[in-house]
C-alpha cells in the first residue's frame, strides 16, 4: 500500500491547515517524484514563514504511490477520509493524475496536477486543474522543431503502451508532423518496465526514419537510446518532458547525446525570479538543481496557498472557485493564466542532451 512520507507533520488541528500529496517517490518515476516533493515543500516553508494561511501553519501530507497508479488513487482516498486534506497536489505522471482525478472529482476536493499533460486528467471535472500546458501543444513543438529547426522529412515512433502521456503525445506528434509535410515511417510500442527494445528498434531501423521520436520516461528512454545506438540507428532522438531527470543521462549515457526534448522550464532561464528560485532550491536541497518537476511543483503548490488564502474559507467549493480564478500568477515555469478547461496555456522549451546535462535550445510558444 502507499506509504505516509515525512512522519514528523503534525496531525490535522484547527491550528493548522493540512494539504495533500502524492507522489512516485519510489519505483520507475522515482525522481519525479522527489523533485515534486522538494519543490512543494519549498513553497509551503515559504509560505509558513511568511504568517501561513489564515492565521495557521500549512502542513503537507505526503504519500508514496511507488509509480503505480492504482496506489495513488488508494492514496488519495486515505488522504480524503482519514487525513481530511483541504487540496490534493499531485500527480506527475498522467495515468496515475487519472486514477486519482477520479477519487478528487466524486469526492469534490480540489486536485491540482504539476505536470501531468494528458488532456484528460482536467476532463475529469470542475475540481482537476493543472498548471502546465498540455500535450496538443508539446506534441506540435517537437513536430514542429523536427520539421522546422531539425528539417526532418521521415521519422519513426516508438511509444509506450501503459502510458496515457506516452500514448497521446505519439497520437499529436504523428498528426502534426504529417500536417507540416512530414512523414512517419513506423510506430512501435513497448510497455513500461521493459527491458529489450531491440525487436522494436530493428524494424524501426528498416524503415530508414532521419528521426526518432521516444515519448517516454526516462527510465526506459535510457536504455533505448543505448540498444539503438548498438543497433547502428545514429539518428537524433526526439521526446517529452517524460525525458527531465538526471538519470536520463546516467542510463543513456553517451548514446543520448545529441538529444532534443520538450519541456516546461529550463534553469538557463535568466529571469530574477527564476534564479532566486534556483539559489533557494539548491540552499535546500544539497546544491542539486531544479528540474522542471520542481519548478512545476513549486508553482502549483504557489497556485495552491493563493487559492486558499482567497478563498472565504477552506471547503472544496470555495477553494475550487478560488484556484479557478487564477490569473498571471508569476511562476517560476511560466506565468499561470487557468481556461475555463482548468489547464494553463504556457510556452514550451526544447532542450538538447549535450554534455551530460540539457541545454536550451529554444521557446515555442502557443
Ligand atoms: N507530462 C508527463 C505526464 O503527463 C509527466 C512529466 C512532466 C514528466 C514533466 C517529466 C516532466 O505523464
Not at 505526503?62 to 481530511?84: F, G, H, M
Not at 527491458?195 to 515519448?215: N, S
Not at 547525446?257 to 536541497?285: C, L, M, Q, T
Not at 515555469?333 to 481556461?339: E, K, Q, S, Y
Request: glycine share 10%; aromatic share 6%; charged share 20%.
Amino acid at each position: 500500500p502507499a506509504t505516509a512520507q515525512g512522519g514528523g507533520a503534525p496531525p490535522a488541528g484547527d491550528d493548522v491547515i493540512v494539504l495533500g500529496e502524492v507522489g512516485a517517490l519510489t519505483g520507475g518515476q522515482a525522481t519525479f517524484g522527489i523533485s515534486t516533493r522538494n519543490g512543494i515543500a519549498l513553497a509551503v516553508k515559504e509560505a509558513n514563514a511568511a504568517g501561513g494561511v489564515k492565521g495557521k501553519k500549512l502542513v503537507v501530507r505526503v504519500y508514496d504511490d511507488q509509480s503505480k497508479p492504482e496506489e495513488a488513487a488508494q492514496a488519495v482516498t486515505r488522504l480524503i477520509t482519514q487525513d481530511k486534506v483541504v487540496l490534493i497536489l499531485g500527480e506527475v505522471a498522467s495515468s496515475s493524475s487519472l486514477a486519482m482525478a477520479e477519487k478528487a472529482q466524486a469526492a469534490g476536493v480540489p486536485m491540482i496536477t504539476p505536470s501531468s499533460t494528458n488532456p484528460s486528467v482536467t476532463e475529469k471535472g470542475e475540481n482537476i486543474f493543472r498548471v502546465c500546458f498540455i500535450d496538443p501543444f508539446q506534441g506540435f513543438v517537437m513536430a514542429k522543431f523536427a520539421r522546422e529547426n531539425l528539417k526532418l522529412n521521415k521519422v519513426a515512433v516508438l511509444q509506450d503502451n501503459k502510458s496515457a502521456y506516452s500514448i497521446g503525445l505519439t497520437e499529436v506528434f504523428r498528426q502534426k508532423f504529417a500536417e507540416l509535410g512530414g512523414k512517419i515511417t513506423a510506430t512501435e510500442s513497448y510497455s513500461q518496465g521493459d527491458t529489450d527494445y531491440r525487436a522494436q528498434l530493428t524494424a524501426i531501423k528498416k524503415t530508414q526514419p532521419e528521426g526518432i521520436y521516444v515519448p517516454g520516461y526516462y527510465s526506459e528512454v535510457g536504455i533505448i537510446a543505448r540498444q539503438a545506438r548498438e543497433l547502428g540507428l545514429k539518428v537524433p532522438l526526439m521526446g517529452g518532458d517524460g525525458w527531465d531527470s538526471e538519470k536520463l543521462f546516467e542510463l543513456g549515457g553517451s548514446a543520448i547525446e545529441g538529444s532534443y526534448f520538450s519541456n516546461h522550464y529550463s534553469p538557463d532561464n535568466p529571469d530574477e525570479r527564476v534564479k532566486k528560485f534556483i539559489a533557494d532550491y539548491k540552499a535546500d536541497n544539497n546544491g542539486a538543481v531544479p528540474d522542471a518537476l520542481a519548478a512545476l511543483g513549486y508553482d502549483a503548490a504557489r497556485v495552491a496557498i493563493e487559492a486558499l488564502k482567497n478563498a472565504p474559507d477552506t471547503s472544496g467549493p470555495a477553494v475550487r472557485a478560488a484556484i479557478a480564478k487564477t490569473k498571471d500568477f508569476p511562476g517560476v515555469a511560466g506565468n499561470i493564466t487557468l481556461d475555463a478547461k482548468r489547464n494553463a496555456v504556457k510556452s514550451a522549451v526544447v532542450l538538447k542532451v549535450q554534455d551530460g546535462k540539457s541545454t536550451y535550445v529554444t521557446t515555442i510558444s502557443p
